[in-house]
């Protein structure tokens, strides 16, 4: 007899109204149990003619098959469905549940083939929208299971966060403790069925990707909560045993179907940027089952890097290609192999003798994309970027297909311990399981594994006036947190991360609802059934300060920046006049910068510390100094800082003034390249993500960056505002390129504005004034010397209480002060002059109970330059409908 394994069975069922009580118990019909066919004793008869039993019809309309008809007098009732809602459920000890739907359920059993099945009725979809949410509470104690296709989820930054997560989420919380378990078939969490497939049935697998998480804390005193996290994915297979599946992944079905005929090693150098010191091959050597077989790799070919002095070397961009023919080569040897043939081959390791900067990858046969071709993944990387040899090693490993990802840790919460004392630490290990593939052998396959640790430790300590903060933090550059999965035919293409990966931490540096990245997911609304695979098209954080999900650069989500547009512009500054703190390095602020790196607190490959502290000089102005050092792991790249930040907030009120002043200086030797994308829109587009290649122009520099706004409303209606910032990178030492040279940036804005009523009708004149002077790093890069004088001329008309006219000039004078050259460089703008006028006719409605705005208008532009003349024309027609 099978053995049945429900580790996941989840029955969440609808009630929908009463059991017809004692209307359906008479006869033999008791819906409370399940007691089988029993003896009817009055059905104990001696007799020839066919036994009529009184079922359903005689319940409902006490018909007797063999009576007469006749509907004179009892008129005809039409046919009802004996259970007008649902119908009955009962559990596995046979007890009575209820009447009505069961909406989902997920069953998983052993030793069967598709013995993974999820059902998702179509009340799940069209009652409950996807979403399903059973709860328990008595005094302290509080529980919630909840199933759903789109839970904001998160353990911990470093093991589990995903704002779309596809399963079942358990949780558990009193005053003391809290508890959590997740689960989820990830290569395929199953779909809702619809009114047009309402008999879909469930969704079955045989091979198949389960993830199980956990995340538990416990207060220990007022202060200190302990906590621990374990997430776990893996594959699992159905026509084996519960007892041949583990939480370290198996093969089985297409992943495993053939045998490994050919094995590829890739040597390559782990820094190439240098071109030197990188990957070298002393020794090489095959095991077969624990034997050394000298024979294959005797004959093995080796491909690619340099040959010197017995040794092979890879630097740069070379690489070192091994390819052991196992199915050619392979020859059993007598005395010590127990087989006789490739295809009882249960482990093959890989033994080699490395020095310098080296990176190991491997691939086979079994491993490859939709097309066949050998995909090689990462076994191991040398540490730092030894160039001398003196890290010499010998490096073994077993070959197998991954099987299973795994995150352990643990964390420590301190609040507010010594009046003031505050502490986040977070340290986990992460385990990823490989097993050797082959058709012949369905369980106890070879094992192997690679592990990663990352932590960090945050601690703040604030007694008025003084404060500091200290944090530390490291990143194997091992450290993974996502699991191959298989697609709907059990195959893996291991070089698509968009079809065959399930990411544990998404990407999500703007913190919507979306992941910045494209995964495989699976929805059942209607709505986004067929986004499946899609990613977030718009991704800037720091940019929507307001949680609109549009860019505060396009507040009306045109293809024209706000700071850039007509009449727009005068309230929206360029990104030039915005100031944060750069950590890392790439003159990009930190808050807006995106990658597409999962979203830990810390990057991979980096350790390293920042401590800082200050006194606050009066509410809202302080003073700092602190010092930071990181490096990479796998180089010798540093990053050391020592600096200090000044922030001045001031207000008079008798005067209406309103001050800030923000200066950071900083000592930088910075050799870490910290490339990013950037959301970028041109004018007349809608806006794309654009890598930024990190400059490196800190290398050995002192920073200092000044910003200075103020804004007087002292002469009302008059309001007076301007902004100011200065930036140099001041290059030091001698080990700078020849044609590099001091960048430096000095910004001015300078605005005012003066509202006129005119009875019931307002002239707004305005002017603004932009002023850019820039000195690139590279002498060879293009200057900016700019000046640009705008003035603004507005008309507010109301025509009647509902109807409102506005129109407007606009009169530009740009001129660049850089020295004009023939040809023209790239990206130089010539001295122009522009003129802007626009119209637009405003009305306010009810319509259906919305709110209903039309505008109606157009703009006209005319650019002068000194060559040419261009002009532009937009007319248009809008109507919105709004709820207030």
């Known amino acids: 007899m099978g053995q049945k394994f429900f580790g996941a069975l989840l029955t969440v069922c609808l009630l929908a109204g009463s059991a017809l009580a004692e209307g359906l118990q008479s006869g033999f019909l008791n819906p409370y149990v399940t007691s089988g066919v029993r003896i009817s004793p009055q059905t104990i008869t001696p007799t020839m003619r066919k036994w009529y039993l009184p079922q359903t019809l005689y319940d409902i309309y006490g018909w007797r098959n063999w009576e007469y008809t006749n509907y004179a007098k009892d008129r005809y009732e039409r046919y009802t469905d004996i259970v007008l809602q649902g119908q009955r459920f009962y559990d596995i000890y046979g007890n009575y549940i209820t009447r009505g739907w069961r909406i989902y359920e997920w069953a998983q059993q052993h030793p069967t083939e598709t013995g993974s099945a999820i059902d998702k009725s179509v009340e799940f979809n069209n009652w409950f929208n996807n979403l399903v949410i059973s709860t328990a509470s008595q005094g302290q104690y509080h529980m919630a299971l909840t199933v759903g296709e789109q839970l904001r989820t998160t353990l911990t930054p470093m093991t589990f966060s995903k704002p779309l997560f596809n399963g079942v989420q358990w949780d558990f919380l009193s005053d003391k403790y809290a508890l959590t378990l997740l689960a989820s078939r990830t290569d395929n969490p199953a779909l809702a069925a619809t009114a047009t497939n309402r008999d879909q049935g469930a969704t079955v697998r045989t091979i198949f990707t389960n993830l199980l998480g956990l995340r538990g804390t416990a207060q220990v005193g007022d202060f200190i909560k302990l906590g621990t996290t374990y997430v776990n994915a893996g594959h699992w297979n159905s026509s084996e045993s519960f007892g041949n599946n583990s939480l370290k992944g198996t093969l089985g079905g297409n992943l495993q179907a053939g045998n490994v005929q050919r094995l590829l090693v890739r040597l390559s150098d782990d820094s190439p940027e240098d071109g030197e010191g990188g990957a070298l091959l002393f020794l090489h050597r095959v095991y077969i089952n624990g034997v050394e077989h000298p024979e294959i790799s005797d004959r093995a070919l080796v491909d690619g890097g340099i040959r010197r002095q017995g040794r092979w070397e890879a630097s740069g961009g070379n690489n070192i290609i091994i390819t052991y023919d196992i199915e050619r080569d392979f020859t059993p040897i007598p005395g010590e192999d127990e087989i006789i043939d490739f295809k009882e081959i249960k482990k093959i390791e890989i033994e080699l003798v490395l020095a310098n900067d080296y990176a190991v990858e491997v691939t086979s046969n079994m491993q490859v994309n939709n097309t066949g071709e050998p995909v090689f993944l990462p076994v191991t990387r040398a540490e730092k970027n030894i160039k001398d040899g003196s890290n010499q090693r010998v490096v073994r490993f077993s070959y197998g297909l991954p099987t299973a990802n795994e995150v352990a840790g643990l964390t420590m919460e301190i609040d507010d311990l010594f009046g003031g004392f505050n502490l986040r630490a977070e340290y986990n290990i992460n385990r990823k399981y490989r097993r050797f593939p082959n058709q012949n052998f369905t369980y106890n396959q070879a094992l192997g594994k690679e592990s990663a640790e990352g932590y960090y430790a945050t601690a703040s300590h604030n007694v008025y006036p003084w404060f500091a903060y200290g944090e530390i933090f490291s990143m194997d550059p091992g450290y993974q947190t996502f699991m191959f999965v298989p697609d709907s035919n059990g195959r893996i293409n291991y070089e698509s991360a968009v079809n065959n990966v399930y990411e544990f931490v998404d990407d999500n540096d703007d913190q919507d609802r979306f992941p910045d990245w494209r995964r495989r997911t699976f929805s059942s609304s209607s709505s986004e059934?067929?986004?499946?695979?899609?990613?977030?098209?718009?991704?800037?954080?720091?940019?929507?300060?307001?949680?609109?999900?549009?860019?505060?650069?396009?507040?009306?989500?045109?293809?024209?920046?706000?700071?850039?547009?007509?009449?727009?512009?005068?309230?929206?500054?360029p990104l030039e006049f915005l100031y944060g703190t750069d950590m890392n390095n790439n003159t990009v602020i930190d808050r807006f910068e995106n990658d597409e790196e999962a979203d830990y607190p810390y990057p991979r490959d980096h350790r390293g510390y920042n401590f800082y502290g200050g006194a606050e000089l009066k509410p809202g102005s302080r003073i700092m100094v602190g010092r930071m050092r990181e490096w990479l792991l796998s180089s010798n790249r540093r990053n050391q800082s020592l600096y200090g930040l000044l922030t001045l907030t001031h207000e008079v009120p008798r005067h209406g003034l309103q001050m800030q002043l923000y200066n950071g200086l900083r000592r930088v030797k910075d050799n870490i390249p910290e490339d990013i994308i950037l959301w970028v829109q041109s004018p007349r587009t809608r806006g794309d993500m654009r890598p930024f290649v990190d400059p490196m122009i800190a290398q050995d520099a002192l920073i200092n960056t000044s910003f200075l706004s103020a804004r007087t409303r002292k002469y009302a209606p008059l309001n007076l505002e301007t902004k100011l910032k200065y930036e140099i990178y001041h290059q030091r030492g001698d080990q700078q390129p020849a044609n590099w040279q001091d960048e430096k940036?000095?910004?001015?804005?300078?605005?005012?504005?003066?509202?006129?009523?005119?009875?019931?009708?307002?002239?707004?004149?305005?002017?603004?004034?932009?002023?850019?002077?820039?000195?690139?790093?590279?002498?060879?890069?293009?200057?900016?010397?700019?000046?640009?004088?705008?003035?603004?001329?507005?008309?507010?008309?109301?025509?009647?209480?509902?109807?409102?006219?506005?129109?407007?000039?606009?009169?530009?004078?740009?001129?660049?002060?850089?020295?004009?050259?023939?040809?023209?460089?790239?990206?130089?703008?010539?001295?122009?002059?522009?003129?802007?006028?626009?119209?637009?006719?405003?009305?306010?409605s009810d319509y259906l109970g919305y709110r209903l705005m039309t505008n109606i208008g157009g703009r006209w532009e005319r650019r002068d330059f000194r060559d040419e003349t261009t002009t532009d024309l937009v007319l248009f027609l809008s109507m919105f409908a709004g709820l207030q």
């Open 745 to 844: 940036l000095f910004a001015l804005i300078t605005k005012a504005d003066l509202p006129i009523p005119v009875g019931k009708h307002v002239l707004w004149p305005r002017w603004k004034q932009l002023y850019k002077r820039r000195s690139p790093t590279d002498k060879n890069e293009l200057e900016n010397n700019e000046l640009a004088e705008i003035f603004f001329f507005v008309w507010q008309q109301e025509l009647i209480s509902t109807m409102r006219l506005e129109s407007g000039i606009e009169y530009e004078i740009f001129r660049n002060m850089v020295e004009r050259t023939d040809p023209l460089p790239a990206g130089y703008v010539d001295d122009f002059e522009q003129f802007v006028i626009a119209a637009q006719l405003s009305n306010r």
């Open 529 to 573: 059934r067929l986004l499946i695979q899609r990613a977030d098209v718009a991704v800037f954080p720091g940019y929507d300060e307001n949680n609109d999900l549009v860019s505060d650069f396009n507040q009306n989500d045109n293809g024209m920046p706000d700071y850039l547009e007509p009449f727009v512009r005068y309230d929206v500054d």
